[in-house]
């Protein structure tokens, strides 16, 4: 059963940094792209940053690009989204989920963890 479990959230100030964790079990981890997805209050989960299998191809929206880094370490099933230069508007609740390699659906969503952006 693929399970992830997110972590390294919190509250911080507009301009600060948090580093995402994304611990997965259950699964051959390096075989799956790993994406990171987020929800504000209000509004609709939406996708924030993928890294795949490999950790050589990364993509990010247009909203995170250039503050936001996903990166991977194979040897302990983690994914790590860095952020940077936070902005309120970053504000949600941050979810990991796994996607295996040449195939569309994410699945094994954690419990999310949440990310507080002052002013």
């Known amino acids: 059963q693929v399970q992830l479990v997110e972590s390294g959230g919190g509250l911080v100030q507009a301009g600060g940094s948090l580093r995402l964790s994304c611990a997965a079990s259950g699964l051959t981890f390096s075989s799956y792209d790993i994406g990171w997805f987020r929800q504000a209050p209000g509004k609709e989960r939406e996708f924030v940053a993928r890294v795949s299998w490999t950790g050589r191809s990364t993509y990010y929206i247009d909203s995170v690009k250039d503050r936001f880094t996903i990166s991977r370490d194979n040897a302990k099933n983690t994914v790590y989204l860095q952020m940077n230069s936070l902005k309120p508007e970053d504000t949600a609740v941050y979810y990991c989920?796994?996607?295996?390699?040449?195939?569309?659906?994410?699945?094994?969503w954690g419990q999310g963890t949440q990310v507080t952006v002052s002013s």
């Open positions: 989920a796994a996607k295996r390699r040449f195939t569309t659906a994410y699945g094994g």
